[in-house]
């Protein structure tokens, strides 16, 4: 069955980095973009950006720009999605999901909580 | 960049309701729109993509429709386990996706 994995909780202070994994299993890796979702807490979802598995290619929100960096490993089916100079308002849960050829996310992972605090 | 605006923010519903949101799109999005579910420390649940098309396993008192800017997902006969916040998403963007800021389902 499809399932997305994702790395464990962190914990970060501001101006530092944090990289989030997300490991694919049940279907064909490069067959299918994967997509980086983020939600505040108690506020609603917000688009990162996503990659493509097979060529590598990425595309990120605007906001995000010059601070994400998306990449993949097709020997161990994952996913990683870095964010550079965190700051308090980048706590949040971060997930990743896959994206089905009509453009709707049908599996995500479980959420992975990073919290930026000094 | 495309903007999705949901309402009513929240609303308070009883068993057995029949409960619309309404979601529109700042631009034409044709039907590139999708609606989730999601409770409280969980992840997002797909229940309706392309405007119209029930995932797979979603009950069918969920439905959704519309085309261009103004979409509705609604919920036939409200049940205990409908309670939750719901997201649209559109997809007609080539390099983005956006949510809309989500409706809270209550229990009145």
């Known amino acids: 069955q499809v399932q997305l994995v994702q790395s464990g909780a962190e914990v970060k202070k501001p101006g530092a980095s944090v990289k989030v994994s997300c490991k694919a299993a049940?279907?064909?890796?490069?067959?299918?973009?994967i997509h980086w979702v983020r939600q505040a807490p108690g506020q609603g979802l917000e688009w990162i950006g996503r990659i493509n598995p097979s060529g590598g290619s990425t595309a990120y929100a605007q906001k995000f720009q010059g601070r994400v960096i998306m990449t993949r490993d097709t020997s161990t089916s994952t996913v990683y999605m870095e964010l550079s100079s965190l700051r308090s308002e980048d706590t949040a849960v971060y997930y990743c999901a896959r994206e089905r050829p009509g453009r709707y996310l049908d599996y995500w992972g479980q959420g992975t909580l990073v919290t930026v605090y000094s | 960049d495309i903007q999705m605006t949901q309402s009513p923010s929240s609303l308070s519903a009883s068993v057995g309701d029949r409960v619309t949101i309404t979601c529109r799109a700042s631009q034409s999005i044709s039907s590139y729109l999708n609606w989730y579910q999601q409770k409280p420390g969980k992840a997002p649940n797909l229940l309706i993509y392309a405007a119209s098309s029930l995932q797979s396993g979603v009950p069918s008192r969920f439905s959704g429709s519309g085309s261009g800017t103004d979409f509705t997902l609604t919920i036939s006969s409200l049940q205990p386990e409908d309670f939750a916040t719901y997201y649209c998403q559109e997809s007609y963007s080539t390099l983005g996706r956006t949510f809309g800021q989500g409706t809270k389902v209550e229990i009145k």
């Open positions: 049940g279907y064909t890796f490069t067959g299918n973009y």
